[in-house]
């Protein structure tokens, strides 16, 4: 009986660390998926952020997924070499638009290899490229729910840099009404002048229109951007983060057809430590939870 026992305790860890190193075997042998990036997006993303997003995402996906890191001036053969130079056979490479042209040069090379271009929009010449770019109707959804709960009683600003579609407008005021909140928000270019800030409960921003987030910093933001939250001011409650490493577990799912273009919602990130208090986190990231999903079906069919 005891030499039993004794077995037991040999072969439970045993039979657990093969079966860990089967899997890393596995996880190892399938092929990656590179992201080519710069200085510039590690510096802005953070480098330690960017450790551990590409950590969970490797997880996630149960496939490695390898930054490849190019000089900022590299010209389309540089950079087209240096992803080579990382795996001859990927499973999947994402060009940011600004090296769309080492992604064209890329596809002549290996045209057997999916490429996707990310941030931009498909254009007629380039009939060989997936482009994925964010789902803003779906974003602007979420971001009326969210603003809902943080303006209360009071109104809701939304600052833009860019010309926002109708269509756009309207997937945030259903968000915002889906929440419970009636009144109409005021809705800004960041060109316009705007002073009555004690009215507001939270200030919306897309696109370069940062000059709102300081003036009032006791109003919670809600700011559309990749960028490491530490480097925001702390009034920032929630961030849209459409890094390609949210955009990469999306387009994996989807057949790999030329051309085409693929729409993939940014990941809401709500900053706990700039929650009043733990409640306040819990109890919103519950409700949102609960009403995104919900309201699933209706958020991919906005646009």
Same mark, same amino acid.
Request: glycine share 6%.
């Given at each position: ?6 077995? @037991? ?5 045993? @039979? ?21 990036? =710069? +200085?510039?997006?590690? &510096? ?12 969970? @995402? +490797? ?9 490849? $890191?190019?000089?900022? *001036?590299?010209?389309? =053969? ?21 090296? &769309? ?10 045209? $057997?290899? %999916? ?8 254009? %007629? &010449? !380039? ?41 756009? +407008? ?8 889906? #929440?419970?909140?009636?009144?109409? %928000? ?5 060109? =316009? ?21 300081? #003036? !009032? ?14 480097? @925001? ?26 051309? #085409? ?15 009043? *208090? ?14 995104? &999903?919900?309201? #699933? ?7």
């Amino acid at each position: 009986m005891r030499n039993l026992r004794r077995k @037991t305790r040999i072969l439970i860890p045993a @039979t657990i660390l093969i079966f860990a190193l089967i899997l890393g075997i596995i996880f190892i042998s399938r092929s990656p998926v590179l992201i080519v990036t =710069d +200085s510039s997006f590690g &510096q802005l993303y953070g480098s330690r952020r960017l450790w551990f997003r590409n950590i969970r @995402t +490797s997880l996630e996906l149960f496939r490695r997924i390898i930054p490849v $890191e190019v000089f900022e *001036n590299a010209g389309p =053969d540089l950079v087209a070499l240096a992803v080579v130079n990382i795996s001859p056979s990927p499973r999947a490479v994402l060009f940011p638009y600004r090296y &769309q042209e080492a992604a064209l040069y890329y596809i002549d090379m290996y045209p $057997e290899i %999916p490429v996707y271009v990310t941030g931009g929009r498909m254009i %007629p &010449q !380039d009939q060989s490229v997936a482009f994925v770019r964010t789902d803003t109707a779906v974003d602007l959804y979420r971001a009326g729910l969210y603003a809902a709960l943080l303006a209360g009683e009071k109104g809701v600003l939304f600052a833009s840099s860019d010309y926002i579609h109708d269509d756009y +407008s309207d997937a945030f005021l259903l968000g915002l009404h889906d #929440q419970g909140y009636e009144r109409a %928000p005021v809705l800004l270019n960041v060109s =316009d002048s705007f002073s009555s800030f004690e009215e507001i409960g939270c200030i919306v921003i897309i696109g370069n229109a940062g000059r709102f987030i300081e #003036q !009032d910093s006791s109003i919670p933001v809600i700011l559309f951007s990749w960028a490491d939250p530490s480097f @925001t001011p702390g009034n920032v409650k929630l961030m849209f983060d459409d890094s390609p490493w949210v955009m990469v577990r999306e387009i994996l799912g989807y057949d790999h057809q030329i051309p #085409q273009e693929i729409l993939v919602p940014s990941r809401p990130h709500l900053i706990a430590g700039r929650m009043e *208090n733990r409640f306040n986190y819990f109890g919103h990231s519950a409700i949102l939870r609960e009403k995104i &999903q919900k309201n #699933q079906e209706k958020t991919v069919l906005i646009e």
